[in-house]
Every structure is written in C-alpha cells, then in structure tokens.
C-alpha cells in the first residue's frame, strides 16, 4: 500500500525524496513497479560453436552403449581418441548426462583429515613400489581370501599379485622376490604396518637387497594412496562379485582383472594412459597420436574450440607419496 503514497508524494518533489520521507527503500519502489514474469525463463540462445541435435545424440549414444555405460566419462573419451574418435570436449559430455539426469558420483567418498605422512618420490618407473592386502569374502559366512597386489606408484602398473587363504610373510616375500626377478630392485617399498608387511622376512629381503623400507603411520590408511586406490577401483568395478565360489575363482577374476588394469583401464593420475604403456615406455608416442588427432580435430571445427587449442592430457613428471608444502621444500633445499 505504500507505493501508492510514492507515488503521489514524488509529483510534488520526485521519488528519491519522497522515498526518503517515507522510509521506503528506491529499489523496493522501482522492484515493486516492474511487472512480475510468470512461467519459465525464455530459452538462451545456443552459441554458434555448439554441437547439432545430432552430434549430442551420437555423442549420448556412445556414452550409453554396452561398452560404456559402465566406464566413466574421462575412460570412454581417452579410449575414443586412442581409436581416432574425437566428438566433443569431457566437460561437454559431462554437460549432456547431467542434462538427462544421468550425471553422478556412484562410489562413497571419504575424508581423512591431513596430517602428517611419510614422504616418497618417484619420477620414473621402478623406483617407488607400493603393496597392500584386502580381503575377498568366500563362498561362506567367515571365509576370506587375501589379495596380495604390488604396484609401481609412477606407472600405477601392477608388478606383482597373488590370492591366498592366508595372510602371511613368508608368501609375502616370495612375492616381492619374484617381483623383483622380473621387474627389476626398487629403490623404495611402501607399505602399511600389517603383521606381513613389517614382519621379519619381508625386512630381511629388502634389508639385503639394499632396498629403502617405508612404513604408514598406524591406523591412517590414506598414507598408503596408491595400493588403496587400486582396491577402491577393483572393488567397484560393475563387476567386482559379492563373493567368490572358491580360491580358483578369485584367482581367475584377479588374472581378468589386473591384465585389464595394466593395459587398458585409462588412469586419470597418469595422463588418462594405461599403466603398461607407462611403465613400458610408449605413453609418449600414444600422447603424440593424441595430439594428431585433436589437431585434426581442431582444423575440421576450429570454431568449437574457442581461441584455445585442444592439447592431449600429459604426463606428470613425479608421483608422490604425501608430496611436501612448497614452503617445506624450499626449507630443505
């Protein structure tokens, strides 16, 4: 009721003042005059470089089909440009699942809080491995397997694993051995600090082999990433089953699975590259491929590229194990 008085006051001064006398705020007044809109918001307009009604539905085809629905975005583009397909940017396939509802974290993410953690570097394959056990449930209620998994941190490529009915050092050392036969001596094995892992045999081998021993701090897992982000991977995988029928079966599904790892699951942490082509040598040659790829692709449609020109994900140049502040770093040089 007040606008009306705002109005007949301010054709005898004007309506700062009259808004002024009133108490009335002038955006409130002018706010209140504009005529409300009802309905939804007209369309924006689409921008010249988008992709046709076709183009999204091909691209959604392919994010849908068998061989992809169960792969995230980041995997079936790198897998694509590997095989010289370029439809459109990750973030545009991204843009068109959420459009559809389709778009979501499927796994639980958790949080530690940060502290303090050992600290390893490696810039090359086999300098720094990683190791872990996780248990696989059996066929009944109280019966487990042990997943016994080594991997090069730099190349994510798995060196060595094992299932048993057991957990227990001496296997664990005639894993590592035999790992270090075929794949070469490490500088440094990570671990957590399980009754194996700290155990006298596995000390004593890499005791005489020269090998640096690093251990997590109890009851933190997360200083141990790498081994654990692998087994966030095997378990989540749409295929990973509830349980396993015997011994035979996990060991077959860990021989599928770990060939399937190594070379050709597209990390995100090395360049969207498989491990194998990490640690073998050949990444940059497939980036190189990459590049070609979306340069022609650049050239075809330079208008959906903006004024930046697409570059294939690189490599990193150092993989850590709790990579120290800057300032940290600038202390100890």
């Known amino acids: 009721m007040i606008n009306p008085a705002v109005d007949e006051l301010a054709k005898h001064t004007n309506v700062k003042q009259a808004c002024d006398l009133l108490g009335r705020p002038r955006g409130s007044h002018y706010r209140a005059q504009q005529p409300r809109m009802h309905g939804p918001r007209p369309a924006r307009p689409a921008p010249p470089n988008a992709l046709t009604a076709d ?104 060196v ?23 794949h070469g001596i490490p500088d440094a094995v990570h671990a957590d600090r399980g009754t194996s892992m700290t155990s006298k045999p596995v000390a004593q081998l890499l005791l005489d082999l020269g090998v640096d021993r690093s251990h997590s701090r109890p009851r933190v897992s997360n200083d141990n990433p790498f081994s654990e982000a692998a087994f966030k991977t095997l378990k989540y995988a749409p295929v990973f089953p509830k349980s396993f029928g015997s011994l035979a079966d996990a060991r077959a599904f860990g021989e599928t699975f770990f060939t399937y790892y190594n070379h050709e699951h597209r990390h995100s942490g090395i360049g969207l590259h498989t491990p194998a082509s990490v640690h073998h040598g050949t990444a940059a040659e497939i980036r190189a491929q990459r590049q070609h790829t979306l340069d022609a692709a650049h050239a075809a449609h330079p208008n959906r590229f903006g004024n930046r020109r697409p570059q294939a994900p690189k490599l990193p140049t150092a993989a850590w194990i709790n990579q120290p502040s800057p300032e940290a770093l600038i202390q100890t040089a």
Request: net charge neutral.
């Open 55 to 158: 183009e999204q539905a091909q691209v959604l085809e392919e994010l849908t089909s068998e061989r992809f629905c169960d792969k995230s975005v980041a995997q079936t583009w790198a897998t694509l440009l590997d095989e010289g397909t370029y439809l459109c940017s990750m973030s545009t396939m991204h843009r068109l699942l959420r459009a559809r509802g389709a778009a979501g974290e499927r796994r639980r993410q958790a949080t530690h809080p940060p502290k303090k953690k050992p600290e390893l570097l490696a810039t090359a394959p086999g300098q720094v491995w990683s190791w872990d056990i996780t248990k696989l449930r059996g066929p009944g209620r109280g019966v487990w397997f042990q997943l016994y998994v080594v991997l090069d941190i730099y190349s994510r490529y798995v």
């Open 160 to 182: 060595a694993w094992t299932v048993q009915t057991r957990e227990d050092s001496e296997i664990a050392k005639t894993m590592l051995e035999e790992a270090m036969g075929t």
